[in-house]
């Protein structure tokens, strides 16, 4: 049981816009950074969202970031094949004093 | 660019202990916390345990909270993760990142750990 909820799965077609969620609570993604992680099939992770809505160099401005309250939203549009992945929010637990992951989505481009 | 080479995993059986390397390069290593995360087979992102860039403050999943430990060397560039009384749930690719802002930026490519008997 992941202390973020993200949808197991969403699709879309090629060129569309999807959208997925991330849903915490006031100890992590209402008080901390949301960060999105992008995870290639058999690869390591890689930062695609860092502080809740910014792109490091190199990521594409079809990924977007925001956030309101205790959920965050990754946006991606113009869909390609490429992007079929699966993606992980995170965010620091004040709490907990501990890293806290989504259980990641599913991203099938048909 | 940044290099997080992550070394030590195998087959241990439970019980035992293992030591996992993180060689840190292209990056002022002494001025960031690091992390491990983990990722079990076919399953989602864990993350581990998290040391400031000092080493002054450190914080544990409690899942191996008393049975794993990081540290690092800053003048050689390494962190490590002991891993003692290792046991099948254990078994997960072992992962080190770079902290930002209390999480992670970059990766490295990880390393496999199996516990089985």
């Known amino acids: 049981q992941s202390v973020l909820t993200q949808p197991p799965s969403v699709s879309a077609a090629p060129g569309q816009k999807v959208t997925m969620s991330c849903s915490g609570g006031?100890?992590?993604?209402?008080?901390?950074?949301v960060f999105w992680y992008q995870q290639l099939p058999g690869t390591a992770p890689k930062l695609l969202i860092y502080?809740?809505?910014e792109r490091p160099s190199g990521i594409p401005a079809r990924f977007s970031g925001s956030k309101s309250g205790t959920s965050a939203t990754l946006a991606i549009t113009g869909l390609q094949t490429g992007d079929e992945a699966v993606y992980y929010c995170?965010?620091?637990?004040?709490?907990?004093?501990?890293?806290?992951f989504g259980g990641g989505t599913k991203l099938t481009v048909l | 660019q940044v290099q997080l080479v992550e070394s030590g995993g195998g087959v241990v059986q439970p019980g035992r202990s293992l030591r996992l390397s993180c060689a840190a390069s292209e990056f002022t290593f002494g001025s960031y916390g690091m992390h491990w995360v983990r990722q079990a087979p076919g399953k989602g992102l864990e993350w581990v345990a998290y040391?400031?860039?000092?080493?002054?403050?450190?914080h544990y999943a409690d899942p191996v909270k008393g049975r794993f430990t990081i540290s690092r060397h800053n003048s050689q560039n390494t962190l490590y993760l002991q891993m003692n009384s290792l046991r099948a749930e254990d078994t997960a690719v072992y992962y080190c990142?770079?902290?930002?802002?209390?999480?992670?930026?970059?990766w490295g490519r990880g390393t496999l750990v199996t516990v089985s008997s």
């Open positions: 040391m400031w860039f000092d080493g002054s403050h450190i």
């Open positions: 990142a770079r902290e930002y802002n209390y999480m992670m930026d970059y």
């Open positions: 995170g965010s620091w637990d004040i709490s907990l004093s501990a890293g806290v």
């Open positions: 502080d809740d809505d």
């Open positions: 006031d100890s992590n993604v209402g008080r901390s950074y």
